[in-house]
């Protein structure tokens, strides 16, 4: 999702910022991946994870994946900021429209009870995404 997104155009001179994607990565994968992110103790760490497995599982295990990450994240590098950001849509299978606004709404309650922040990517739509309607095009990128 995040292939074209370059961190060195949103560092400014006070945030250096580095992304980092991972494709085809699982939730269970990314509690993996984040290990040598978190070793560096980041100020702030976003996390946009959980569209690969939400075709295989339900809302509810997608949300506890990611709030696994999360806690993790937090248990290691309780500096650490956290931030989720809502899974995106996906044009490419329309089934899986209900299961991304359901898992949504239970990462936004996460969210709340442990006291992470929660990006809304409500203005992302299918005009943001590629031709097979998954990954971001230009405009999405942007």
Request: proline letters at 4%; glycine letters at 6%.
């Amino acid at each position: 999702m995040v292939k074209n997104l370059q961190g060195w155009r949103l560092s400014t001179e006070k945030n250096h910022v580095v992304v980092k994607g991972f494709v085809g990565a699982t939730t269970s994968d990314m509690e993996d991946y984040v290990k040598p992110v978190i070793r560096k103790e980041p100020q702030k760490l976003i996390l946009l994870v959980g569209t690969n497995v939400l075709k295989k599982t339900t809302p509810n295990r997608v949300a506890e994946g990611i709030a696994n990450i999360a806690t993790r994240i937090q248990e290691d590098s309780p500096g650490t900021e956290i931030v989720l950001s809502s899974l995106l849509p996906r044009s490419d299978k329309p089934e899986l429209s209900a299961k991304v606004s359901e898992t949504n709404k239970i990462i936004t309650a996460i969210c709340c009870k442990s006291k992470w922040k929660f990006i809304d990517q409500k203005l992302i739509n299918a005009t943001c995404l590629n031709s097979r309607g998954l990954h971001f095009n230009r405009k999405g990128t942007a």
